[in-house]
């Protein structure tokens, strides 16, 4: 069985810094992928975005990139440049290819921009 | 283009009465997905469907729990009886074809809260 771990439950950072938000994950398939979704008060989960496990370079979608370290199994979030609206719980979520396209999540980290 | 459509947002019932939640994925989209968020932790699938067949309800309580999509298009998610620990945010989510790795889409959810 898959297991996504999210060690902080809660960040703080300053407006226009970078913060990274940590990911592990333990899976014996060697085919997979990890998501990373923003769910905001309003309760929407926002893709952000995606990284397949057969990927050679770090995945990147505006502010957002992924540290993807495979041997560690580490999938990192880091937003750069931090915005007030970036305020939000984000869940890091992994889905294997023998399982068609479920997805299990982490616990979640909140992360708090400060102005 | 429309993203999905969840109603209704909010939800207030007793214990032992029956609740429904309604899902429009986005036009086109094969696979449909629903969620149950307990607060304070990451969504787990319930049940997923491709067009108007089940692929994996395992984790779908079905003594209380039901869910159909019948023409391969909305879907309706049925709690009967509610039990107290029920409450939580049904999360519906749609994604292209549910191949795996494809990423979903999530809709607003619904708040259902048990008492």
């Known amino acids: 069985a898959q297991k996504i771990t999210q060690t902080q439950p809660g960040m703080f950072v300053q407006e226009k810094e970078a913060v990274t938000l940590d990911c592990t994950y333990d899976t014996s398939d060697p085919s997979y992928g990890l998501f990373w979704y923003k769910q905001p008060s309003s309760g929407e989960m926002i893709f952000l975005i995606y990284?397949?496990?057969?990927?050679?370079q770090n995945a990147t979608e505006g502010r957002y990139s992924l540290n993807f370290q495979k041997a560690r199994k580490s999938a990192n979030l880091v937003i750069s440049a931090s915005q007030l609206g970036d305020s939000a719980m984000y869940f890091c979520?992994?889905?294997?290819?023998?399982?068609?396209?479920?997805?299990?999540f982490g616990g979640g980290t909140r992360l708090m921009v400060k102005p | 283009e429309a993203g999905v459509a969840q109603s209704p947002r909010y939800k207030i019932i007793e214990k032992r009465q029956s609740v429904a939640f309604w899902c429009n994925p986005i036009s086109g989209h094969a696979t449909l997905y629903w969620y149950q968020q307990i607060l304070g932790q990451g969504p787990k699938l319930l049940i997923q469907?491709?067009?108007?067949?089940?692929?994996?309800d395992s984790q779908l309580p079905k003594d209380r729990f039901s869910a159909e999509r019948l023409k391969g298009v909305d879907s309706t998610l049925k709690i009967q009886p509610a039990k107290l620990e029920d409450s939580a945010v049904y999360l519906c989510?749609?994604?292209?074809?549910?191949?795996?790795?494809?990423?979903?889409?999530f809709g607003p959810g619904t708040r259902l809260l048990v008492l």
């Open positions: 989510a749609s994604s292209s074809r549910g191949r795996s790795q494809e990423t979903q889409y």
């Open positions: 990284q397949g496990s057969y990927d050679q």
């Open positions: 979520s992994l889905c294997y290819y023998n399982a068609g396209n479920m997805l299990t």
């Open positions: 469907f491709q067009n108007n067949g089940v692929v994996d």
